[in-house]
């Protein structure tokens, strides 16, 4: 499986932004696909993930906020991000994990919200 982020970027608090991230190879294995992000000296976070039915979860600090969505035509979920706040500010990455436990990462964006 191979994923493809795109998006991201710098934006006033309040703002929105929308990331991207596309999949291919074996994306039948696909159980489900979320984004994470990173600050600088911790490890990554779950901030939300959609399962192949659909079901979506989401940390509790991007509840209300946050919507993740997909698009099976083009196998593509989406991140989108309104009413941001800095301390959303961080690398977020794409990841799948199959049925079988294995984990895919996609390239980093960096998200930046200013005060």
């Known amino acids: 499986v191979q994923l493809q982020a795109s998006g991201g970027g710098l934006v006033q608090a309040g703002g929105s932004l929308s990331l991207s991230c596309a999949a291919s190879?074996?994306?039948?294995?696909?159980?489900?696909m979320g984004w994470y992000h990173q600050v600088p000296g911790e490890q990554p976070e779950l901030v939300a993930r959609?399962?192949?039915?659909?079901?979506?979860n989401y940390v509790d600090s991007v509840k209300g906020r946050f919507t993740i969505s997909r698009d099976n035509a083009k196998n593509t979920v989406y991140l989108q991000m309104n009413k941001l706040k800095p301390e959303d500010t961080a690398v977020y990455y794409c990841?799948?994990?199959?049925?079988?436990?294995?984990?895919?990462w996609g390239q980093g964006t960096q998200v930046t919200v200013s005060s």
């Open positions: 190879g074996s994306i039948s294995s696909i159980l489900y």
């Open positions: 990841a799948a994990v199959s049925e079988l436990g294995r984990s895919y």
């Open positions: 959609i399962t192949s039915g659909g079901t979506t």
